[in-house]
């Protein structure tokens, strides 16, 4: 199985950014995925996730309201859309399909 992301980089504050997760040679059918993010010398994370098949979402305190976890069924693709970014979210964020991560892809918040 591998698991990839994209669409990190750098974005002011109040800005947006739309992070992509897809995975190959994943098939099952009943599954939990997960974003998660780290700032060097810290642990990794929790910000979202979501349940498939039963969509059922969860958010972290830090980024409720701001950031949405979503599904295009069509592609397989999971996405985590960042608004309203902050300075503080500035980290490596990393997709998870229940035991397989990515690699992470670094999003940056700053003037």
């Known amino acids: 199985v591998r698991v990839v992301e994209s669409g990190g980089g750098l974005v002011q504050p109040g800005g947006s950014l739309r992070l992509s997760c897809a995975a190959s040679g994943f098939t099952r059918s009943s599954y939990g995925v997960a974003w998660y993010r780290q700032t060097p010398g810290k642990e990794r994370d929790l910000v979202a996730t979501?349940?498939?098949?039963?969509?059922?979402?969860y958010y972290s305190d830090s980024v409720k309201g701001r950031f949405t976890i979503s599904r295009d069924n069509a592609k397989g693709t999971f996405y985590l859309q960042m608004n309203s970014l902050k300075p503080e979210d500035t980290a490596v964020y990393y997709c998870?399909?229940?035991?397989?991560w990515g690699q992470g892809t670094q999003v940056t918040v700053s003037s």
């Open positions: 979501i349940a498939i098949p039963s969509g059922l979402l």
């Open positions: 998870k399909y229940e035991t397989y």
